[in-house]
């Protein structure tokens, strides 16, 4: 099984790589229902890249929070993976800009510690440290 796994995470890598964007959130999608979290965080940060592709806000809207429940469910199968804090975060706060100041105001102090919490799994990764630095 992590044979597989590994198969359909080097197909999304891929893809991401070649930014095909459609093609990438098409073939993860099928795969929406797994208990894999690096297959679900890929699948999220390519709900988010689909939705701010679409140029629509409502669909935007739509894949952010799409995005944040295949977050949600990577975080919860590993928290010991970077990407999964990192990629919390950041949906942590796209979803609290629709949520309103107050909401996102709220939220900051737990993207902080999810940020500094990728960062402490993989101090290596540029964007959680930008992203904490921006932050």
Partial sequence: MADKFDKIVETADKLYSEFE???????LYQFKDCENDEILWRLARTA?????ASGKADVKKA?????????????KINKNNYACHKWYAILL??????????KRISNA???KEHFLKAIE????????IHSLGYW
């Fill in 109 to 111: 102090y737990l993207v």
């Fill in 93 to 102: 706060d796209y979803t609290g800009e629709y949520e309103g100041t107050k």
């Fill in 121 to 128: 799994l993989n101090p290596k990764d540029a964007t959680s």
């Fill in 48 to 52: 988010t890249d689909k939705g701010k």
């Fill in 63 to 75: 894949c952010i929070y799409e995005a944040y429940g295949y977050v949600q469910q990577a975080l």
């Fill in 21 to 27: 964007v459609t093609k990438l959130y098409d073939y």
